[in-house]
């Protein structure tokens, strides 16, 4: 499986981007994929996860802004953000195959990169104030 982000951009806050994750083919061992963010000298931390089932959750500082979807059709991953905030700023990467099997519940907000198999290069938002 390849991953492939874009949208990834420089905005004003409060601007809005929408961040796509393209994958080669569809994973019928994955439950669970997953947006991260990185931010210099620190490690990445998932953002927003969605499974099989349709079900997301979000990590409590971007609730009400962003939103997390999936085409399954078009084996396409996308993160909708709104009301773009400068701590938003990171390279964003999406992530497939959860280790843990379906990812909403919770213990998603610890997840490691070792956690997901499968990764993309990632694409760069800048919010600036």
């Known amino acids: 499986v390849q991953l492939v982000e874009s949208g990834g951009d420089s905005v004003q806050a409060g601007g809005s981007l929408r961040l796509s994750c393209a994958a080669s083919?569809?994973?019928?061992?994955?439950?669970?994929m997953a947006w991260f963010r990185q931010t210099p000298g620190k490690e990445r931390e998932a953002v927003a996860v969605?499974?099989?089932?349709?079900?997301?959750e979000y990590v409590d500082s971007v609730i009400g802004r962003f939103t997390i979807s999936q085409d399954n059709a078009q084996n396409t991953l996308t993160l909708q953000m709104n009301n773009l905030k400068p701590e938003d700023t990171g390279v964003y990467y999406c992530?497939?195959?959860?280790?843990?099997?379906?990812?909403?519940?919770?213990?998603?907000?610890?997840?490691?990169?070792?956690?997901?198999?499968?990764w993309g290069q990632g694409t760069q938002v800048t919010v600036s104030s």
């Open positions: 083919v569809h994973n019928e061992n994955s439950f669970c």
């Open positions: 992530a497939d195959q959860y280790r843990f099997g379906y990812c909403t519940g919770g213990y998603w907000r610890r997840a490691r990169e070792s956690d997901f198999t499968y």
């Open positions: 969605i499974d099989n089932d349709g079900k997301t």
